[in-house]
C-alpha cells in the first residue's frame, strides 16, 4: 500500500533555484509541484519516511510512479521521493534548452525541498541521470543505486547500433480485451513482459474513456522525454566520486529477459529465432563489457541478478534482494555524507 504524506505542499516558498507552487489540479496527498525554470513544473513524489534521503529517478518514458510499490518499502529506514522528469506525466512538457537542464532540475527539486546530499536511485535513464549529477553536483551525491542502468562507455554509437542492426524480439499486439481497462493493461504487460507495473503509473501514462478503456498514451512532449542523454559529453567512471551500487539483469537467457519469446517460441519461423538470437548475443557481450567496467573502479560495487529481466525490483525473488541490497549499501555510507532534511 502507498504511503501518502497528509499534506500538500502548495504554498509558493521561494529558494535560490528552485519554489513550490500551486498544482493546477488538484493532487492527492503526497504529490509536490516544484517550479525549476519558467514554465518547467515537475511533479515530486513524496512517501514519507524519516533518515538519510533517497531520491528516485524513473526508466525511460516512465514516471516517479513507476516506484509506487516498491519505494515505499524504504520508508521504514529512508526519507524516500521520486522526480517525474519533463514531458512525462504530470510534470510540465517544456522541453530541455540544453540537455544540462535535466540535471539542474534534479538540484533545483532538491533545494526547494531543503536537501543537500542524496543518494539517488536510478532505474535505466535514471541512473544515466544519477551518474551525470553526480559528476556535475558530486557534493550533493552521498551514492547512486543504479537499477539496471547507466551503461555507459563503450564506442560512441555501439548501442545504437547494435539495437538498429539486432533489434530485440517484438512482443505480441495487443488486443482490444488488453486496453480495456488499466487492469487488462496491467495484466497484459505481466503476461508478457514479466513484470507487474503499479496502476498508478498505468493510470499516469494513459488517456482512458468514460469506460475506463485505455485509448491511447497521455499527452506529453515526447521530444522533451527523449533520450536526451546521447547529447551530454562522454561521462567515464573515474569522473564520479560517489560510492555507487550497480544492480543489473544479466541479459541471457532471452526466455528470461523476454518472456513472451518463450511463450511464442514455437510459433516462430526459424529466421526469427536467427534474428532473436544474434540480438541476445550483441546486446548480452556489449551489456556485460559496461558491467565490467563498471565493476573496475573501487567506489562501485556490482551485483548481478539472473535469470530476469529489466524491471527485476518488480518482480520477486528479486524485490526482496533489491531491498536488501540498498539498506546495505546505505548503511555503508560515511556518516553525515547521507541527506537529513532542514527543519
Excluded at 153 to 178: C, K, Q, Y
Excluded at 202 to 217: E, M
Aim: aromatic content about 8%; glycine content about 8%.
Amino acid at each position: 500500500m502507498v504511503r501518502r504524506v497528509s499534506s500538500l505542499f502548495v504554498l509558493a516558498v521561494l529558494c535560490a533555484c528552485g519554489r513550490f507552487i500551486p498544482a493546477a489540479t488538484s493532487v492527492s496527498p503526497g504529490v509536490l509541484a516544484v517550479e525549476t525554470a519558467p514554465g518547467a513544473i515537475l511533479e515530486v513524489l513524496d512517501w514519507g519516511g524519516t533518515g538519510p534521503t533517497l531520491v528516485f529517478l524513473a526508466g525511460g518514458g516512465h514516471t516517479a510512479h513507476e516506484f509506487d510499490e516498491f519505494a515505499p518499502r524504504l520508508t521504514d529506514t529512508f526519507r524516500v521521493i521520486g522526480i517525474t522528469r519533463r514531458g512525462v506525466g504530470a510534470s510540465s512538457g517544456s522541453r530541455h534548452r540544453v540537455a544540462r537542464d535535466a540535471i539542474d532540475d534534479i538540484a533545483r527539486v532538491l533545494d526547494a525541498m531543503e536537501l543537500r546530499s542524496v543518494v539517488l536511485v536510478g532505474h535505466s535513464q535514471g541512473g544515466i541521470e544519477a551518474a551525470h549529477f553526480a559528476e556535475l553536483h558530486p557534493d550533493r551525491c552521498a551514492g547512486i543505486v543504479h537499477l539496471d542502468s547507466a551503461y555507459l562507455g563503450g564506442p560512441p554509437g555501439a548501442l545504437e547500433e547494435i539495437l538498429r542492426t539486432t533489434p530485440a524480439p517484438e512482443p505480441p499486439l495487443r488486443t482490444a480485451a488488453d486496453s480495456a481497462s488499466i487492469v487488462a493493461m496491467q495484466a497484459w504487460i505481466e503476461r508478457t513482459q514479466g513484470f507487474r507495473l503499479p496502476e498508478s503509473e498505468l493510470r499516469a501514462r494513459s488517456r482512458v474513456d468514460q469506460n475506463g478503456r485505455i485509448v491511447g498514451p497521455a499527452p506529453r512532449n515526447t521530444e522533451a522525454s527523449s533520450r536526451w542523454f546521447g547529447k551530454l559529453p562522454a561521462l567515464h567512471w573515474e569522473s564520479v566520486k560517489c560510492p555507487a551500487l550497480g544492480l543489473y539483469a544479466v541479459i541471457a537467457p532471452l526466455e528470461t529477459w523476454l518472456p513472451h519469446y518463450a511463450a511464442r517460441f514455437d510459433s516462430l519461423s526459424a529466421d526469427e529465432r536467427a534474428r532473436a538470437d544474434a540480438y541476445v548475443r550483441a546486446f548480452s557481450a556489449w551489456t556485460a563489457e559496461r558491467r565490467a567496467e563498471f565493476a573496475r573502479w573501487p567506489q562501485n560495487r556490482l551485483v548481478e541478478f539472473h535469470a530476469t529481466g529489466h524491471y527485476f525490483f518488480l518482480e520477486q525473488p528479486e524485490q526482496e534482494q533489491t531491498l536488501v541490497a540498498i539498506r546495505e549499501f546505505a548503511a555503508r555510507l560515511e556518516p553525515g555524507s547521507q541527506s537529513v532534511r532542514s527543519q
